[in-house]
């Protein structure tokens, strides 16, 4: 059984930083895409950033310059290190392999203050 465990979220002051973890556990890690996502209140799930097997990356407009997806492969974890981080950045990040019609962590809330 697929399991994804999200951790690194917190309270963090405008302009800050945090990294986002995600284990992936029950499957062959290397060979999906995984990426991150993230919701706000009121507001549907966003893509934030994705990198393929091969180590493409895209990244939402919002967060380019700022966010950074890697992968290591060898501990079954995918990251979002998150620098300058504005208020609307505020939202659950979830952690995905495969899709939207795939696998899904259960979510790490991330807030910034102003």
């Known amino acids: 059984q697929v399991q994804l465990v999200e951790s690194g979220g917190g309270l963090v002051q405008a302009g800050g930083s945090l990294r986002l973890s995600c284990a992936a556990s029950g499957t062959r890690f290397s060979i999906y895409t995984m990426g991150w996502y993230r919701q706000a209140p009121g507001k549907q799930r966003d893509s934030v950033a994705y990198i393929t097997s091969v180590e493409n990356t895209k990244y939402a407009d919002s967060v380019k310059g700022r966010f950074t997806i890697s992968r290591d492969n060898a501990k079954n974890t995918v990251y979002l290190e998150m620098n300058t981080l504005k208020p609307e950045d505020t939202a659950v990040y979830y952690c995905?392999?495969?899709?939207?019609?795939?696998?899904w962590g259960q979510g790490t809330q991330v807030t910034v203050s102003s």
């Open positions: 995905n392999m495969g899709g939207p019609t795939r696998y």
